[in-house]
């Protein structure tokens, strides 16, 4: 995609998070769907740090040798072209649209101290890539789970992450964020409500 496209995106982004906190949300969740992404997430992941393509690069949903070694080629073609240029020109590069939408809202949600459930692999290199930009987005990341995508564990190692699950979840699309959105809830319920020793007339 051109620059603008990725400006165009990033702000398109942050629009859709700002609309919805202030229709009253307190806590957003992101989720991705797609084909093929982890291979842009992989290429974009390797281009802002410095992770082999040989270790970004996982089966996706599934793929066989062959289909393997043919992504490992085309992630590496992606870094080549990316490398020594800057996040946004990165983005441009091996980005897509659906990254470039959820870093705006990561940037947003940052801005607004919102709180973001992150999902699994690509949703977390988006995370990555806009703490890039704005390190304070990783003070309103809570990561919900661990994706079976093996560089997913590096993306967490770079934020100094504990994710609230490890179900060997490999699908995307928000299920990991959906599924530790009841411990989200129980725990605030939890800090909120329970009675203290005070309120409880226990004494020590």
């Known amino acids: 995609m051109t620059l603008e496209q990725v400006t165009k995106g ?33 290429a974009l992941l390797s281009s802002i740090t410095e992770l082999p393509v040989e270790q970004s690069v996982g089966l996706g949903t599934g793929i066989n040798a062959d289909q393997l070694a043919l992504k490992l080629a085309l992630v590496q073609r992606g870094v080549d072209r990316a490398q020594g240029k800057s996040v946004t020109e990165i983005l441009s590069h091996v980005g897509g649209f659906e990254i470039v939408h959820m870093v705006g809202g990561f940037l947003e949600a940052s801005k607004r101290q919102i709180p973001v459930l992150v999902d699994g692999f690509i949703v977390s290199v988006a995370a990555l890539i806009a703490a890039k930009l704005d390190p304070s987005v990783e003070d309103v990341l809570l990561f919900s789970h661990t994706s079976q995508e093996a560089a997913h ?15 060997s979840l490999r699908l995307g699309e928000g299920t990991g964020a959906a599924l530790a959105y009841p411990i989200i809830k129980c725990a605030a319920e939890f800090y909120n409500s329970m009675a203290s020793f005070d309120s409880a007339g226990v004494t020590v």
């Open 153 to 167: 564990h590096y993306v967490l190692e770079q934020f100094d992450a504990k994710p609230l699950l490890d179900l």
């Open 10 to 42: 990033i702000e398109a982004g942050r629009n859709i998070i700002a609309s919805k906190i202030e229709s009253g949300v307190n806590l957003l969740m992101f989720g991705e769907m797609g084909i093929g992404n982890t291979s842009s997430a992989s």
